[in-house]
């Protein structure tokens, strides 16, 4: 399973982004699909993620309200709009996929996904 992230860039505070992720395999499928990213001196943090077979989406309370995860299944696609982007949301972005089930917990934990993506640096100034 491959993933490639893109939309990442050099925004003011306020701008919004929307980055996308491919997974590029032939009749893929999974427990879910994450955005998480790693700020400079950082460790990685969970932003979002959503039930690749359910509705059902999460998100870390500092983007709640200003971020929106969707999927695509018919693209094998993840979304993340990123709107009144904020200095501290400067970071590496990734987007992993999680194949096994898992609880409300584990969507959020980094260590439950499997695959991940190369990441796309996002950048925004004050």
């Known amino acids: 399973v491959q993933l490639q992230a893109s939309g990442g860039g050099f925004v003011q505070a306020g701008d919004s982004l929307r980055l996308s992720c491919v997974v590029s395999?032939?009749?893929?499928?999974?427990?879910?699909l994450g955005w998480f990213r790693r700020a400079p001196g950082k460790g990685r943090e969970f932003v979002a993620s959503?039930?690749?077979?359910?509705?059902?989406?999460y998100y870390e309370d500092s983007v709640r309200g200003r971020f929106a995860i969707s999927k695509d299944n018919a693209r094998n696609t993840v979304y993340l709009q990123m709107d009144n982007l904020k200095p501290e949301d400067t970071a590496v972005y990734y987007c992993?996929?999680?194949?096994?089930?898992?609880?409300?917990?584990?969507?959020?934990?980094?260590?439950?996904?499997?695959?991940w993506g190369p990441g796309t640096q996002v950048t925004v100034s004050s």
């Open positions: 992993a996929v999680e194949s096994d089930v898992n609880t409300i917990a584990g969507v959020k934990t980094p260590s439950a996904y499997d695959y």
């Open positions: 959503i039930l690749w077979q359910g509705t059902q989406k």
């Open positions: 395999e032939r009749g893929f499928s999974a427990f879910a």
